[in-house]
């Protein structure tokens, strides 16, 4: 069989290279992770080969950010009891229970970050799945599932301004009555997933995704603002989107702290063509500008003015800096 031929261009190369493909280059596996209730070293949190893939059926997680502080040399975790609170109404809508209630996932997280004895930006993945065996295709009522929690390093490019091209995706989101977005599973990324592989191959950092109305509904892995006459819009709950948790950051600190008025409405794929600016936010691609969409140039085709301050705003929201929100933080060393 021939390999499949990328578009020409440096963006259209995927950066993977043939046996790199199931480790990230130069990332080495930190010393633990959290598997129902235990501190596990690394290598020996080992599954049955037979329940690879069907477990992923009925898995959801939550991707949560911890920031390094090194003025105050803490690690804080990011809106951590809004990421377990998500996780639970996954899992519920999953028909799983937890063994473990928030505070102690909460514990869970903070312990292994210094276990690990990260000591800058990191991430954290919450897992639940259904165990012991039993495929996640299987319908079940209420039963409890396993929860493994990994954390990695992972730096934040806040401090670095990244302009992102995107396009207008072939493939649409899916939807509450199909692979509800709401939930956080494993397996609505294969939708994601069909996106992302689309704008990469065809040389664009990222996907918009418009929904079975026609409308925008989010990018890949990250929710979508337009600017547009001082007022920023964002599609809302009910366009197919993931409910996010910087969504609801951004929308406060617009509001709040550089006065830019917030509509939650329908958002139509032209607009993005003639807004004055576009950002997509979430939590692994923090807040970043959209500098063209389907190669229309998006504004000046920079980092727009109220992109640069909601950044500036956001570094000191994530660092435990700023003034109203140092609850959305919870402090990884400073508990002893
Ligand atoms: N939509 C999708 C599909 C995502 O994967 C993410 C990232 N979790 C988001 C939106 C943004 O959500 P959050 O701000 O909670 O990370």
């Given amino acids: 069989m021939t390999e499949p031929k990328l578009a020409q261009g440096p963006k259209a190369d995927l950066g993977i290279k043939a046996g790199q493909e199931t480790k990230e280059p130069g990332r080495e ?3 633990y992770l959290w598997r129902s209730g235990e501190m596990v070293e690394w290598d020996k949190a080992t599954v049955h080969i037979s329940q690879l893939g069907w477990t992923a059926i009925s898995s959801v997680f939550e991707g949560i950010r911890a920031y390094w502080n090194n003025d105050r040399q803490e690690l804080y975790v990011f809106h951590l009891d809004a990421h377990l609170k998500r996780l639970f109404q996954s899992m519920k809508i999953m028909r799983m229970t937890s063994p473990f209630s928030k505070e102690e996932l909460s514990e869970a997280i903070t312990g292994l970050l210094k276990a690990n004895e990260f000591r800058g930006d990191s991430y954290v993945q919450p897992l639940a ?3 012991g065996g ?6 079940v009522l ?8 990994t954390a990695r390093p992972s730096a934040s490019e806040l401090s670095a301004p990244k302009v992102v091209h ?3 995706s072939s493939w649409n989101r899916i939807s509450d009555n199909v692979m509800p977005p709401r939930v956080k599973a494993i397996t609505n990324y294969q939708n994601s997933r069909y996106v992302s592989t689309e704008s990469r191959v065809n040389g664009y950092d990222f996907g918009i995704i418009l929904n079975s109305a026609g409308k925008v509904s989010e990018a890949s892995y990250a929710c979508i603002f337009i600017v547009r006459d001082g007022v920023a819009i964002t599609p809302p709950i009910s366009a197919g989107i993931l409910e996010s948790i910087t969504r609801e950051v951004v929308k406060d600190l617009l509001e709040q702290d550089l006065g830019v008025p917030v509509i939650e409405r329908d958002v139509e794929r032209t607009e ?3 807004s004055d600016e576009v950002f997509i936010c979430g939590t692994a691609v923090e807040v970043q500008a959209v500098g063209s969409v389907d190669r229309y140039q998006v504004g000046g085709g920079e980092t727009g003015p109220v992109v640069a301050k909601l950044r500036e705003q956001f570094l000191s929201v994530v660092i435990g800096e700023h003034p109203r929100h140092p609850d959305w933080c919870t402090p990884v060393y400073q508990g002893g």
């Fill in 272 to 274: 993005l063509y003639i």
């Fill in 129 to 131: 799945y259904f165990g």
């Fill in 142 to 149: 209420e039963r409890p599932g396993e929860i493994v929690i």
């Fill in 29 to 31: 596996n930190p010393k």
């Fill in 134 to 139: 039993i495929p996640g295709y299987l319908a």
């Fill in 166 to 168: 995107c396009n207008i």
